[in-house]
């Protein structure tokens, strides 16, 4: 008996062992949200994408893309492939991931977005936010708390939008993105700063979600496989700028804590601020603690360095100019800290 027990205990220190050992497999590919898969056939982009009215399909892809690269659109614009007697498009649209519905909005004046739905994900530590627009309609009792999986139905594909220039039926298409989420308290922060204006969608304004160049994930999952990390994707984003916030505690430390990298004079000394890399599009992808050691000169925010060929490249969100041969955070840039840091 005592053998026995003996060898029972040897074989669960051996399953422990081989748990704390085994690699971790962080990836949860992301799945493109239509059947449309012409992403992954080269020369094949105008099947996928729509671009805006007498542009070009790349006016539908991520990035500064459209007013002669100086608007942003954070999504990809996804062509349908089925339409009913009437023009009009049938296209199922996907869950792009295991999740839980985080948003549904069934009122398409309100929102650049028409009709849309946001599911919350989470990969790798990190909670990442897909988002389905321009729908025609959701699945009968789609509601936030309910969870999905990859490849589920969510919602029929349409042309829904309250912008100027409407979204025709030959333009109908799915807008994707893939997100993160700024701040818990985007409300708050909402009414301080644009007083007497409307926030229609509590936390889920389309200014509380930065948007990842959703291609990029795909293409690189294709590629990489069970390699293809999420985390070490976003931190291999090009630093538009390098900003030091004096703050030691805001939501986005919390959420995105695989984002931060260790410091071990901050880690001794103190933490007295942040150094925070943001890509082109404001996503702060990499935070070092700093000391007050390590701090010089005064302010809320120093920007400490700019990218130039970068901010040539994908000037749109305008969070940095150039006076008088030096670089400053624009208001743009300011805004958007203080709601990374509220």
């Known amino acids: 008996m005592v053998a026995a027990a003996v060898r029972r205990l040897s074989g669960l220190l051996v399953l422990v062992l081989?748990?704390?050992?085994?690699?971790?497999?962080?990836?949860?590919?992301?799945?493109?949200?239509t059947a449309n898969h012409a992403l992954f056939e080269p020369g094949q982009e105008e099947k996928f994408f729509v671009g805006t009215t007498g542009k070009p399909w790349n006016s539908g892809c991520?990035?500064?893309?459209?007013?002669?690269g100086w608007q942003?659109?954070?999504?990809?614009?996804?062509?349908?492939l089925q339409r009913d007697q009437h023009g009009e498009?049938?296209?199922?649209?996907?869950?792009?991931?295991?999740?839980?519905?985080?948003?549904?909005?069934?009122?398409?004046a309100l929102s650049n977005y028409g009709n849309y739905v946001v599911v919350r994900h989470q990969v790798e530590g990190l909670e990442i936010y897909s988002l389905y627009a321009h729908l025609s309609a959701v699945v009968p009792g789609l509601k936030a708390g309910q969870t999905v999986k990859a490849g589920e139905r969510i919602?029929?594909?349409?042309?829904?939008?309250?912008?100027?220039?409407?979204?025709?039926?030959?333009?109908?298409?799915?807008h994707f993105e893939l997100n993160l989420f700024v701040n818990d308290r985007f409300s708050s922060w909402?009414?301080?700063?644009?007083?007497?204006?409307?926030n229609d969608h509590g936390e889920f304004n389309g200014q509380n979600l930065l948007g990842l160049d959703p291609r990029l994930i795909l293409l690189g999952e294709r590629e990489e496989g069970a390699k293809f990390s999420l985390v070490n994707f976003i931190r291999d984003q090009p630093a538009l700028c390098?900003?030091?916030?004096?703050?030691?505690?805001?939501?986005?430390?919390?959420?995105?804590?695989?984002?931060?990298?260790p410091n071990p004079v901050a880690h001794k000394e103190g933490v007295a601020g942040y150094e925070i890399a943001l890509n082109?599009?404001?996503?702060?992808?990499?935070?070092?603690?700093?000391?007050?050691?390590?701090?010089?000169?005064?302010?809320?925010?120093?920007?400490?360095?700019?990218?130039?060929?970068?901010?040539k490249k994908h000037p749109c969100r305008k969070l940095v100019v150039q006076k008088g041969g030096r670089w400053e955070l624009t208001p743009h840039g300011e805004n958007l800290l203080e709601l990374v840091t509220y």
């Open 280 to 311: 082109f599009n404001g996503l702060a992808f990499e935070l070092i603690p700093r000391a007050v050691s390590e701090i010089k000169g005064k302010g809320k925010y120093q920007l400490l360095s700019v990218n130039e060929a970068e901010q």
């Open 155 to 174: 919602a029929t594909m349409g042309h829904t939008a309250n912008t100027h220039e409407r979204i025709t039926k030959d333009r109908a298409h799915v």
């Open 18 to 33: 081989c748990l704390v050992t085994a690699p971790v497999v962080w990836a949860q590919p992301f799945q493109l949200p």
């Open 190 to 198: 909402f009414k301080k700063s644009n007083p007497g204006e409307r």
């Open 62 to 68: 991520f990035g500064c893309v459209r007013s002669e």
């Open 72 to 80: 942003m659109h954070e999504g990809l614009d996804i062509r349908c």
């Open 242 to 261: 390098r900003v030091l916030v004096r703050k030691m505690d805001f939501p986005w430390l919390k959420r995105c804590a695989p984002l931060i990298r």
């Open 89 to 108: 498009p049938t296209d199922p649209v996907l869950a792009s991931a295991d999740g839980t519905v985080a948003y549904v909005s069934m009122k398409p």
